[in-house]
């Protein structure tokens, strides 16, 4: 018989292995940043550590692309691929460092209002699973009749994509430039959303208008058991998003308040929400693997 007690251990291990990329990736930009490390001029270090934050998204997202062509077989072999031309970019030539545009800047925080609404009632939305899935269901039908609108919808859709476009330039910029952790953090949970919502946009409507399929919390998670039973992968990548979004806005509200609450208030704010960021990602692991409190 199983010892519950172990398998949990055999999870967390398991789930801190997987996530060790993005970390190790943050830990090594903050010290090069200490070290003062010129990344203009080893322009390696930022590129190998974007891949690594968003790794678990590209490779649902290449996943997914191999599919629609009949070529699942190749789906490792793509992967290496990506990971042998990023290790090859180290003989560029180093890159020129891109101005600051404004306008992208305006855009990105223009499209990232309209999403932050969205992202906190999906993220409740989901987190109404650690009732059981028909709470989800009933949550999920009542926010539905007002973002399932095709208006509302196509907006949504339009300021994702431009928090994609927006953002990469933005990253194409900030990862050049020695930061601090807060800032890295930052630059690292962008990068991630990006190629996140690139993916969960392929994901989602390729079910919706390819398969006919209700993309609900159990058609995410693989049904009541969590993702643990048949698609384990899919718990860091849906927890870290997760994680990502919120650190992304905590992190954006210290430099929206500073100028209204002032720096020291700001990064306390900003701090209480890291935090809760934090709390809310724990809490949706346990639907995520099944976990019921209802």
């Known amino acids: ?14 789930y801190a292995w997987a ?14 940043d200490r070290v003062r490390l010129n990344r203009r001029e080893h322009p390696q270090l930022t590129r190998e550590a974007i891949l690594a934050a968003v790794a678990a998204p590209f490779y649902v997202l290449s996943g997914v692309v191999v599919g629609w062509v009949h070529l699942r077989g190749l789906h490792d072999v793509l992967w290496y691929m ?29 499209s990232a209002m309209l999403l932050v609404v969205f992202g906190v009632a999906h993220v409740g939305n989901h987190l109404a699973a650690l009732d059981s899935l028909q709470a989800h269901v009933t949550v999920q039908n009542m926010l539905r009749a007002v973002y399932r609108q095709p208006a509302i919808e196509v907006l949504i859709v339009i300021a994702a994509l431009v928090q994609v476009g927006s953002g990469w330039l933005i990253v194409s910029r900030a990862r050049l430039q020695r930061a601090n952790g807060l800032r890295n953090l930052q630059v690292l949970a962008g990068a991630f959303l990006g190629m996140f919502f690139l993916s ?31 698609s384990p992968a899919f718990l860091p990548y849906y927890s870290l998003a997760v994680l990502a979004f919120l650190v992304h806005a905590a992190l954006a509200a210290r430099w929206t308040f500073s100028g209204v609450l002032g720096q020291t208030r700001a990064l306390k704010l900003c701090y209480g929400l890291l935090a809760l960021s934090g709390a809310v990602t724990i809490a949706l692991l346990l639907p995520l693997c099944g976990v019921r409190l209802g």
């Open 1 to 14: 018989m199983a010892d519950p007690a172990f398998a949990a251990l055999c999870v967390v291990l398991s």
């Open 19 to 32: 996530i060790a990329a993005p970390v190790a990736a943050w830990l090594a930009l903050c010290e090069a």
């Open 82 to 110: 990506v990971l042998a031309g990023v290790a090859a970019a180290r003989w560029l030539a180093p890159p020129a460092l891109l101005a600051r545009e404004e306008r992208w800047q305006r855009l990105h925080r223009v």
């Open 200 to 230: 969960h946009l392929t994901g989602v409507f390729s079910g919706r208008l390819l398969q006919n399929v209700d993309t609900t919390f159990a058609w995410a998670t693989s049904g009541s058991g969590g993702v643990l039973t048949k």
